[in-house]
Every structure is written in C-alpha cells, then in structure tokens.
C-alpha cells in the first residue's frame, strides 16, 4: 500500500529499493534512515509491517517518526488487533479505508489531523457519515479545525471520573558489597478520563520547581507555605502529550490541559538522583569449590513500606553452562534450575515491605573438556513489580477537574506502579 502525494517519487521503484538495499542485507535494525540516490527514507516497525516515509527534500525527521507513530495509533484505533489476526491482513481486507485515512491525515505530504477520535466522528468502517442537521456538521468541523482537535465536543457520560497512573520503570546496578553503581528512573504517567464536556483539568506535582512556585503564590496572597507532606523531588527530560499548556507549565508550574475522551499518555519523565531501589541483594556469593561444585547464597531485603506488598518477584542467579545437578533451599517462594535462562530461577509471588529472604543452593558441575573455558560471572537479573510505590517519591499533590458549562464534580483515581527495568546485582566470590 503506498500513496505518492508529489510528482517527484516513484513509489514502486522506492518499496523495491527499501526490499533490496535495507530488508535484505538485515539493515534495517541498524539505522531507521537512510538515503539511496536522492531521497531519504525514514521508517518505523509495526507489528509484522513497516511504515516508511519518502522524500526528495531535506525533511525534519523527528517530525516523520511523530507522524509515522501517530499513523499506528490511528491504524490500531480502526482495526482492533484480535488473536490469530495480524494487521497486516487486516489492512488488506479494508485497503480503501486504509485510503482514504491515509489522504486525510496528509495534505501535499504535509500531516494534518491525526486524532483518530475525530477522524471517527466522519471517517467510519462503514462508509460515510448522514449528517442529521446543520448541527452536527458543525460539531464535527469545530473539532476537526477547533484549538482542541485532540477531542470532540458535546460529549455526555453518566459517570464523570478520571484514572491517573504513575508507572515508572527501574534500573539499578548494585555491586557485590550491596553498593548502587549506577541508577535511574523513567517513568509515565497515563490518564484514562470518561468526563463530560471540556473539562480543564489541572494536577501538581512534588516537582522541586512546582513546589517552589507554588509556596510563593501562596506566600503572596498569605496563606503560608506549601504543604511539606512531599519531599521535592527533581524531574528531567519532561515530554508532555500535546493537550498540556506548555505556556502555563513554564509561568506557573502547573500541569494544565483538556483531556482527549479515554486513555492517553500526559507525560513521560525521568530521574537520576535520589533514587530508592525497592530491593536490596545482601552480599550475593557464588563461590566455587573446586571444579565440580558452587556454592550459591542470596539474601534479597525489600526497603519500601511494611504496609506494601511486591508482586510477580522473579530472581535468575547464573551458572555456569556446565550444570549437572541443584539442590535449592528457600525461605520463600519456589527455585528452579532452567537450563534455558542459564541459571535459578526464583520466583516470589508476594514479597511483604521491611522483609529480607534467602535463597541457597548446592551445584553439581561436569567435568569441562577444555581448561580454557572460564565463566564469566553474568550478574544476578531481578523482576518485580510494586502497586502503590514510586522509587523515585513523585506523588501527585491535587488534581481539579473544572467544567465550566455542567459543574459537576469528578470521581478522582490516582495509582502509583514500580517496575523492574534492567534491575542487577554484581555477583561475588
């Protein structure tokens, strides 16, 4: 499937050129551009697919990536992915939608609206749209042209609510002595609204910068100082969904938007300093006796709340390839040896806050063949998630939800989710 909205590109002698020069000599992992003659490709994986965008000029490239990401999400919004159905066939069975989409969120090759919520309310699997009155041809153009193109207007739902997700993900590298080496967070944070209307919400932060802006408004009209329950907590290389008010942002610190209609993501983030790893490795120890036999002994503490509880705790301690026999003793959970991770694996179901378990082990090795082979000691990778707990303390302090036309008042969730990145430990002798 392929459109040419110039003269200047020949579309079919482009998708054998990308087959020929970039899909089979395996380069298309290496590098998402490239050029062949005069024009320069950009591309993007999507699911057993690729989109690729074409241009004999000198094109903004992160601006082709934005629109190539945006095209998925208007192309999984319309086709639902089901199981044993794959998009490709997908888009093959509606190739005239696939079409007509693609005409409308590209103009002379310039992006327009790419909001499948508004596309939807005049682009429809079914073919066109009856327009009853004058009325509804107006809603639909004030949210194809409006300010607010991210959502469509007159929207009813019988509950007003909004989610707030905060899920962040943690990497950590410890080193034998229970040492952090190195550590950051990145983390997301997801809204999922059903409101009615055009609601302006607005949510603070313990952002250092928006805690600080905040106590001097409040010093100014003296109502004094801001609220001390959150540590203030510094957030770098902030990216905010296009609904967010940067000029707000920037004046007063305040994170300001109105919501498209269901899930989106408000902003992603990330931090580096003073960070709280969730779990600790006490001295872990795979200590060789001799050529044949390992002695292994892990001791994991868990430093959030006592209240808390970790779920889904996954532990792959290595071993050598040359593993025979394991006999595994733990204080919780269950451990395995699997050939096929290279290693123990020990899962946890719950891990209780405040806790500290031990996992050991016996290990019998063959004899090895060559005396060269040396292991290379991997470290110990860990899995985990934690509801209800931020490694890095960012808390939302208030979230107003303000609809100027109804007045209703909204039904607030907010959730706090850590995950395991690349979580490791350094193994000692």
Same mark, same amino acid.
Not at 244 to 263: H, K, N, Q, Y
Not at 341 to 366: E, H, K, M
Not at 382 to 387: D, G, R
Not at 411 to 421: H, M, N
């Given at each position: 499937?392929? #459109?040419?909205? %110039? +003269?200047?590109? @020949?579309?079919?002698?482009?998708?054998?050129?990308? #087959?020929?020069?970039?899909? $089979?000599?395996? /380069?298309?992992?290496?590098?998402?551009?490239?050029?062949?003659?005069? &024009?320069?490709?950009?591309?993007?994986?999507?699911?057993?697919?690729?989109?690729?965008?074409?241009?004999?000029?000198?094109?903004?490239?992160?601006?082709?990536?934005?629109?190539?990401?945006?095209?998925?999400?208007?192309? &999984?919004?319309?086709?639902?992915?089901?199981?044993?159905?794959?998009?490709?066939?997908?888009?093959?069975?509606?190739?005239? /939608?696939?079409?007509?989409?693609?005409?409308?969120?590209?103009?002379?090759?310039?992006?327009?609206?790419?909001?499948? @919520?508004?596309?939807?309310?005049?682009?429809?699997?079914?073919?066109?749209?009856?327009?009853?009155?004058?009325? @509804?041809?107006?809603?639909?153009?004030?949210?194809?042209?409006?300010?607010?193109?991210?959502?469509?207007?007159?929207?009813?739902?019988?509950?007003?609510? !909004?989610?707030?997700?905060?899920?962040?993900?943690?990497?950590?590298? /410890?080193?034998?002595?229970?040492?952090?080496?190195?550590?950051?967070?990145?983390?997301?944070?997801?809204?999922?609204?059903?409101?009615?209307?055009?609601?302006?919400?607005?949510?603070?932060?313990?952002?250092?910068?928006?805690?600080?802006? +905040? &106590?001097?408004?409040?010093?100014?009209?003296?109502?004094?100082?801001?609220?001390?329950?959150?540590?203030?907590?510094?957030?770098? @290389?902030?990216?905010? =969904?296009?609904?967010?008010?940067?000029?707000?942002?920037?004046?007063?610190?305040?994170?300001?938007?109105?919501?498209?209609?269901?899930?989106?993501?408000?902003?992603?983030?990330?931090?580096?300093? &003073?960070?709280?790893?969730?779990?600790?490795?006490?001295?872990?120890?795979?200590?060789?006796?001799?050529?044949? %036999?390992?002695?292994?002994?892990?001791?994991?503490?868990?430093?959030?709340?006592? %209240? /808390?509880?970790?779920?889904?705790?996954?532990?792959?301690?290595?071993?050598?390839?040359?593993?025979?026999?394991?006999?595994?003793?733990?204080?919780?959970?269950?451990?395995?040896?699997?050939?096929? $991770?290279?290693?123990?694996?020990?899962?946890?179901?719950?891990?209780?806050?405040?806790?500290?378990?031990?996992? +050991?082990?016996?290990?019998? $090795?063959?004899?090895?063949?060559?005396?060269?082979? #040396?292991?290379?000691?991997?470290?110990?990778?860990?899995?985990?998630?934690?509801?209800?707990?931020?490694?890095?303390?960012? =808390?939302?302090?208030?979230? =107003?939800? =303000?609809?100027?036309?109804?007045?209703?008042?909204?039904?607030?969730?907010?959730?706090? !989710?850590?995950?395991?990145?690349?979580?490791?430990?350094? $193994?000692?002798?």
């Amino acid at each position: 499937i392929s #459109r040419s909205f %110039r +003269s200047d590109i @020949d579309t079919r002698a482009m998708s054998s050129a990308f #087959r020929n020069r970039i899909l $089979l000599p395996k /380069l298309v992992d290496k590098c998402p551009v490239k050029t062949i003659g005069n &024009a320069s490709l950009g591309w993007i994986k999507y699911d057993s697919m690729f989109l690729v965008g074409v241009s004999k000029k000198n094109m903004n490239c992160a601006l082709l990536f934005q629109f190539l990401y945006k095209l998925s999400e208007v192309f &999984a919004s319309y086709f639902p992915m089901k199981k044993g159905v794959n998009m490709e066939e997908k888009l093959k069975e509606n190739f005239t /939608l696939v079409y007509e989409l693609i005409d409308e969120v590209l103009d002379f090759g310039y992006p327009q609206n790419c909001e499948p @919520d508004i596309l939807k309310s005049y682009i429809t699997l079914g073919g066109g749209v009856e327009f009853k009155s004058s009325k @509804d041809m107006k809603k639909i153009m004030d949210g194809v042209t409006g300010a607010v193109s991210w959502r469509t207007p007159g929207i009813i739902k019988e509950k007003n609510e !909004v989610y707030i997700d905060i899920i962040e993900s943690v990497n950590v590298l /410890l080193s034998d002595k229970n040492k952090v080496l190195s550590s950051n967070v990145t983390g997301k944070i997801v809204m999922n609204s059903f409101l009615s209307g055009m609601p302006e919400c607005t949510f603070g932060l313990n952002d250092k910068l928006m805690m600080d802006s +905040s &106590a001097n408004r409040k010093k100014k009209s003296s109502k004094g100082g801001v609220n001390k329950r959150y540590k203030p907590i510094d957030l770098d @290389d902030i990216t905010f =969904h296009q609904c967010v008010a940067l000029g707000r942002f920037d004046t007063e610190r305040r994170i300001s938007f109105i919501p498209p209609d269901g899930e989106f993501e408000v902003m992603s983030y990330r931090i580096s300093n &003073a960070i709280i790893p969730p779990f600790r490795l006490i001295s872990p120890i795979v200590r060789e006796l001799g050529k044949t %036999r390992i002695e292994v002994q892990v001791t994991v503490r868990s430093s959030y709340n006592p %209240r /808390l509880v970790g779920k889904k705790v996954q532990l792959i301690i290595p071993l050598p390839s040359n593993t025979a026999k394991c006999k595994i003793r733990s204080g919780i959970g269950k451990g395995k040896y699997k050939p096929a $991770l290279g290693g123990i694996v020990w899962n946890i179901r719950r891990f209780p806050g405040a806790s500290q378990y031990s996992l +050991s082990a016996d290990v019998q $090795l063959t004899q090895m063949t060559s005396e060269n082979q #040396r292991w290379e000691r991997p470290p110990i990778s860990m899995k985990f998630q934690v509801p209800m707990y931020t490694a890095s303390g960012l =808390h939302v302090r208030f979230l =107003h939800v =303000h609809e100027k036309k109804m007045g209703y008042k909204a039904i607030k969730w907010v959730k706090y !989710v850590t995950q395991s990145g690349t979580y490791e430990a350094r $193994l000692g002798k």
